[in-house]
């Protein structure tokens, strides 16, 4: 399976755009890169999805590189709310026997 | 917005207890998840299922077993209890595989065995 790379932790300062950076150089051509968080005692919850072309969402954007060996989740102001362990991940193309792996993610930690 | 249940927030059970963790999904996804999560170890998939009566292996099956006689329902079995299956168990559900679509989760239910 694919596998990705991150930070163990970031800091930021609330209102302050936020670059959470993902290395997946074995990236196979039919895997989606997903985002999602994790606040504590909660499920992950999806942030955002992208094959290709860059994503927008009312939550994030997700910046894909040409080569798709890396990506970046953009968090455009940090709120105290969005500290949370951040996972990139990959798979859920269109076999079945590409599964999801969760690597370890990344911390944010937002400073008011 | 898609609502994945699990049935317990808290679980004890003893060691060599058959134990039971239910999941339901009311958004008619085809696919349905179960992972666990430790502290260091990040979610590990142990099985999942993309249609009723199919399943398939994740990357740490060994000491369970998964059911999914309706669509919506989808149960993780654990025939003999063991204490290193102490952790925070995660159930997940998709729309299907062909477009990407996102994981929707549970809160997850905390198991211990003692």
């Known amino acids: 399976d694919a596998k990705t790379t991150q930070p163990n932790s970031m800091e930021s300062n609330e209102e302050e755009p936020v670059h959470l950076p993902c290395n997946h150089s074995?990236?196979?051509?039919?895997?989606?890169i997903h985002w999602y968080r994790q606040l504590p005692s909660q499920g992950p919850e999806y942030v955002i999805h992208?094959?290709?072309s860059n994503v927008n969402n009312r939550m994030a954007s997700l910046a894909i590189a040409e080569d798709r060996k890396s990506s970046t989740l953009i968090l455009h102001r940090a709120t105290l709310r969005d500290a949370a362990v951040y996972y990139c991940i990959l798979g859920l193309g269109n076999n079945a026997g590409n599964m999801l792996t969760f690597g370890g993610g990344t911390r944010l930690m937002v400073k008011p | 917005d898609v609502k994945v249940t699990q049935s317990s927030r808290y679980l004890v059970k003893r060691t060599g207890e058959k134990v039971f963790l239910e999941c339901v999904q009311d958004m008619d996804h085809e696919n349905m998840f179960w992972y666990r999560q430790d502290p260091g170890l990040g979610l590990r998939l142990i099985y999942f299922s993309y249609d009723v009566k199919m399943k398939e292996k994740g990357d740490i099956p060994e000491g369970y077993s998964v059911s999914r006689e309706k669509k919506e329902r989808f149960s993780l079995i654990l025939e003999s209890a063991s204490t290193n299956q102490t952790s925070m168990y995660l159930c997940?559900?998709?729309?299907?595989?062909?477009?990407?679509?996102?994981?929707?989760f549970g809160n997850g239910t905390r198991l211990t065995v003692t």
């Open positions: 997940a559900s998709s729309l299907d595989f062909a477009d990407g679509s996102p994981l929707h």
């Open positions: 074995t990236i196979s051509g039919t895997d989606y």
């Open positions: 992208g094959l290709t």
